[in-house]
């Protein structure tokens, strides 16, 4: 007895991830090829490649290597997915200090927890100093951005007195106002208190 066969149908038509991937594609090859069209594809990203996220601009950026006069621009006119975007991208796009750090001090002093996230990378672990980044830790706190955002939180803070200080002035001041104490915080703590 011969088993059925059943024919093949046409092939499955492309999803909508692999859709986005073939855009984010082409538009990274225009951009590593000097395409001034890019910027736009940067703005459009969003909506092309929904789920591919915050790293189909991150590729295009890396792709595009801009200066740092335009990746300034981009991050101040941009939309907050656009600044999101341009942090993260941070550490692949080779900006010196001078020009990097100001766009991680910039999204520190805001209260957009997801741009708090993304600016605690692998950059601001390398260029932050150790008075800013101690801020951005208590920063986390305050807001209740899980401090698992910061790149390198462990190397950072192991026997750093200065800031147990800062956590333990914090805690009491939450305590002294009834309100709770992060979890977060007995964690940090704790990392201050391993030897170097």
Do not use: I
């Not at 708090?116 to 601001?124: D, E, N």
Request: proline content about 7%.
């Amino acid at each position: 007895m011969t088993a059925l066969h059943t024919p093949a149908g046409p092939p499955a038509a492309p999803g909508p991830a692999q859709d986005e991937r073939s855009w984010l594609a082409r538009a990274c090859a225009a951009a590593a090829a000097g395409d001034p069209g890019w910027e736009l594809r940067f703005a459009q990203a969003g909506r092309r490649c929904r789920a591919l996220g915050d790293a189909a601009r991150v590729d295009l950026l890396a792709a595009a290597r801009p200066d740092a006069a335009t990746v300034t621009r981009l991050y101040r006119q941009g939309t907050a997915a656009e600044r999101r975007a341009v942090l993260l991208a941070l550490p692949r796009l080779g900006l010196e200090p001078a020009h990097g750090v100001p766009l991680l001090e910039d999204a520190l002093r805001t209260n957009d927890t997801r741009l708090l996230a993304a600016a605690l990378g692998p950059y601001a672990a390398r260029h932050l100093d150790a008075h800013a980044w101690r801020h951005a830790v208590l920063k986390c706190l305050f807001t209740g951005t899980p401090v698992s955002c910061v790149f390198a939180l462990a190397g950072r803070a192991r026997g750093d007195g200065e800031l147990a200080r800062m956590l333990r002035a914090f805690a009491g001041e939450r305590t002294a106002a009834n309100r709770a104490v992060p979890e977060d915080l007995h964690h940090v703590l704790a990392l201050t208190e391993e030897e170097r």
